[in-house]
């Protein structure tokens, strides 16, 4: 990579640690020394062990499970590298946590993505870099630039080698109403027609599917989303498009794997045949299934690193 005069610096707190080295890779640079602990009582530590005077500072943290002390991490973090006098510090955040608190769902709800929006800014970022958010509309939160990238072409990549020419034996499945447009534009990108699960969430991480929008009979089905958390939304759409639209094989796509609570349990139990991840959150070897596929995000974040550094647009990205 050719950069300009100031140092570039990529650092990474603890969530991320094996795609801030793939990032680092991508752009011919070694990750920053650095060291994040805790004390005995819980606190965390952060030590620098490299100035960053002057430095254009890339800090890669996924705010995923423990959610509460990936944040904290990052907070820190940030705020070490602001009294360090660094140029520029960039919050590189391939998932954001809280990002599904977005607003007032009922009466005295906190809008918590907000709150964590303030909190990154507060503690002194310049800029964040972040891909698929939960709701877009989060990046109006910030009082800084938010460069949003997506993870559909990546997937989309690889689904293209899967259909190969037959695209008309495949049909791209929104799990939900809310997803419809993030389907829609999957589906373009692979040249297949597009059906929509309705359903209803009579309460948090519960769903029930009542239709089916569209045929799926004798069709090859790909249910795309921006995340996995407790698997029940795929799941139960993947089980109505078998049973009730008489799909023949279903696989799934997906940015986060969040994969809370049952959700390895449930994936494995599915009626789905693979499933796609992109590792913007690691998965623990002891919850990585057989019919897992993970895609790599780094090469589209090193790019998008090399051109926030050289101030050239991110949004021209292509995959």
Avoid: W
């Amino acid at each position: 990579m050719n950069f300009h005069g100031k140092d570039i610096k990529i650092f990474t707190c603890n969530s991320n640690r094996a795609v801030a080295k793939e990032i680092a890779d991508c752009l011919g640079i070694p990750v920053g020394k650095s060291e994040v602990t805790c004390f005995s009582d819980g606190e965390i530590a952060v030590s620098l062990h490299e100035s960053v005077r002057g430095s254009e500072c890339f800090i890669v943290q996924s705010t995923c499970t423990p959610v509460n002390d990936n944040i904290m991490e990052l907070l820190i973090m940030i705020d070490a590298m602001k009294r360090a006098s660094a140029a520029r510090i960039t919050a590189v955040i391939p998932y954001f946590g809280y990002a599904r608190q977005d607003r007032k769902a009922k009466a005295r709800d906190p809008i918590s993505a907000k709150l964590v929006a303030d909190l990154i800014t507060t503690a002194g970022a310049d800029r964040v870099l972040t891909m698929d958010l939960h709701a877009a509309q989060i990046q109006g939160f910030f009082n800084i630039p938010v460069d949003h990238i997506v993870g559909a072409p990546i997937l989309a990549n690889h689904f293209k080698q899967m259909i190969g020419d037959n695209p008309d034996d495949y049909v791209v499945v929104s799990p939900d109403l809310g997803s419809v447009t993030r389907a829609r534009n999957f589906a373009t990108r692979l040249g297949c027609p597009i059906a929509i699960i309705d359903k209803r969430r009579p309460k948090a991480n519960v769903c029930e599917v009542m239709s089916i929008i569209g045929d799926v009979k004798d069709k090859k089905v790909i249910l795309v989303d921006d995340m996995i958390d407790t698997a029940g939304t795929l799941c139960n759409a993947a089980q109505a498009v078998v049973e009730r639209g008489g799909a023949t094989e279903v696989y799934a796509g997906a940015t986060h794997a969040v994969l809370s609570g049952p959700a390895v349990e449930r994936l494995q139990n599915s009626v789905i045949k693979e499933v796609i991840l992109l590792d913007t959150i690691a998965v623990p070897e002891d919850r990585y299934l057989d019919k897992f596929t993970t895609l790599h995000v780094a090469p589209v974040f090193a790019e998008a690193i090399e051109r926030i550094y050289n101030d050239k647009s991110v949004s021209s990205i292509t995959v």
